[in-house]
């Protein structure tokens, strides 16, 4: 079965840097494009930013690009998300997401989701 | 930026039929997704391709759109239906800006 379990949240002060990984299992991690959806506490869901399968295009939120990158490694099953110049406004729990359509090149979705990692930033 | 509308809060008694509304200019060229969150749980796909059920989920979740709204319904809702609910989906402008989700609908069953 699916499985996501990402890791790497923690308190780090603004302007400060972090990086979360996900790893996955029990899919074909090379063939799907990976999200990255956060929540921040008590507020609804906000999409972060989408990696295609091969990594060829990368795709971002407005409220984080230029500060956040979203990468791949196929060889080792994992997503990432490089988090820079972080702002209070940037605390929430953060969630990787599978892709629902193998190779998506269009109406791309997250089908299955990982339990999320908090990332509070605080002074 | 694109932006997707949902009613603040739905509230119905079990057994009842639930609709939970997504507005958006996009829809009519684009697929609605509708996902189902309880308190303290990651989020699940419910809905997708605007009425898709995937496997697993309960055939009283259903789902259509029309025109500039997409509408979630859960026909006999029952207590644990009680939760977040939020539609996503995309602009259909020629510059890709991502996806979206809106702003989320809290369903109360009781």
């Known amino acids: 079965q699916v499985q996501l379990v990402e890791s790497g949240g923690g308190v780090v002060q603004p302007g400060g840097s972090l990086r979360l990984s996900c790893a996955a299992s029990?899919?074909?991690?090379?063939?799907?494009?990976m999200h990255w959806v956060r929540q921040a506490p008590g507020k609804g869901l906000e999409w972060v930013a989408f990696i295609r399968y091969d990594g060829s295009n990368k795709y971002y939120a407005d409220s984080v690009k230029g500060r956040f990158t979203i990468s791949r490694d196929n060889s080792k099953n994992t997503l990432y998300l490089q988090m820079n110049s972080l702002r209070a406004e940037d605390t929430a729990v953060y969630y990787c997401?599978?892709?629902?359509?193998?190779?998506?090149?269009?109406?791309?979705?997250?089908?299955?989701w990982g339990q999320g990692t908090l990332v509070t930033v605080s002074s | 930026s694109y932006e997707l509308t949902q009613p603040p809060s739905v509230s119905v008694s079990p057994g009842q039929t639930a609709r939970i509304t997504c507005s958006g200019d996009?829809?009519?060229?684009?697929?609605a997704y509708w996902y189902q969150q309880k308190s303290g749980q990651a989020p699940v796909l419910v809905i997708y391709e605007d009425s898709k059920r995937p496997s697993g989920i309960p055939e009283r979740f259903s789902g259509s759109s029309s025109g500039t709204m997409a509408t979630l319904t859960i026909s006999g809702a029952q207590v644990e239906d009680e939760a977040d609910y939020y539609c996503y989906s995309t602009d259909s402008s020629g510059n890709h800006r991502g996806w979206v989700f809106g702003g989320g609908t809290k369903l109360t069953v009781l």
């Open positions: 997401a599978k892709d629902g359509i193998p190779h998506c090149g269009g109406d791309c979705y997250p089908n299955y």
């Open positions: 996009a829809l009519p060229k684009k697929y």
């Open positions: 029990g899919f074909t991690f090379s063939s799907y494009g």
